[in-house]
């Protein structure tokens, strides 16, 4: 089974510039999450989504992010201009609502995004 | 709200040495919690949890029991491998879906 699929794994942008990231959930996942993860620290969550619902945005910036899962499958993080200060990974994880597993997250290897 | 702190890193062992990184937290309620490890270039990968008080979550060698009077979760492995080097977070999982990760501790171990 493959796990979450996250692309481009590195991308070097000026400030200013637009980026966007993608990711692809495990099969069946109907959570999906966005994470920013600064060197030296754990991951801080930017947004949740239930199917196509976003449920949980509250640390998003709104001003310059945005993230979309038009079908409640993959999806996209964008960053409008971006700042020095958005240098970060940027993780994707996924996780399911039912069984043993329920709410277990899978990490895909982020995106590393470095902001000159 | 939720917090966890962790011991500061690196961690730096020799192989087959006894590793223990501590973890604190501060939580309402009853929190589940959890390690999760990252090696060099991929993601977070869940190592073990722990759902209520005086369980012991183990997976790999690793273990951690949920201390609720010391509000602890301490990561363990009596010996460890070259294999094991990575950074390893601690978290937890209150009333909310969401985790609350800590800053992570690097784990070094020279052969």
């Known amino acids: 089974e493959a796990g979450v699929v996250q692309s481009p794994r590195y991308k070097i942008i000026e400030k200013k510039q637009p980026v966007a990231f993608w990711c692809n959930p495990i099969?069946?996942?109907?959570?999906l999450y966005w994470y920013r993860q600064n060197l030296g620290q754990g991951p801080e969550l930017l947004i949740r989504?239930?199917?196509?619902?976003?449920?949980?945005d509250s640390q998003l910036p709104k001003d310059r992010f945005s993230a979309e899962r038009l079908k409640g499958v993959d999806s996209t993080l964008k960053i409008q201009p971006a700042e020095l200060g958005d240098s970060a990974v940027y993780l994707c994880?996924?996780?399911?609502?039912?069984?043993?597993?329920?709410?277990?997250?899978?990490f895909g290897p982020g995106t590393r995004l470095t902001v000159t | 709200g939720n917090s966890v702190t962790q011991m500061e890193g690196p961690v730096t062992l020799s192989e087959e040495a006894f590793l223990t990184i501590n973890c604190t937290y501060t939580?309402?309620?009853?929190?589940?919690l959890f390690w999760y490890v990252q090696y060099p270039g991929e993601g977070l990968q869940l190592l073990l949890k722990?759902?209520?008080?005086?369980d012991k979550g183990s997976n790999k060698g690793f273990e951690a029991t949920y201390r609720k009077e010391t509000t602890s979760f301490h990561l363990e492995k009596g010996s460890v491998q070259v294999s094991d080097s990575a950074v390893y977070f601690c978290?937890?999982?209150?009333?909310?879906?969401?985790?609350?990760f800590g800053r992570g501790t690097s784990l070094i171990v020279h052969p």
């Open positions: 994880a996924s996780s399911t609502r039912t069984g043993v597993e329920s709410y277990e997250q899978y």
């Open positions: 099969s069946g996942h109907n959570t």
């Open positions: 989504y239930e199917n196509e619902e976003a449920v949980d």
């Open positions: 939580a309402t309620g009853y929190p589940s």
């Open positions: 722990a759902t209520k008080a005086d």
């Open positions: 978290a937890l999982k209150g009333g909310s879906y969401i985790p609350t």
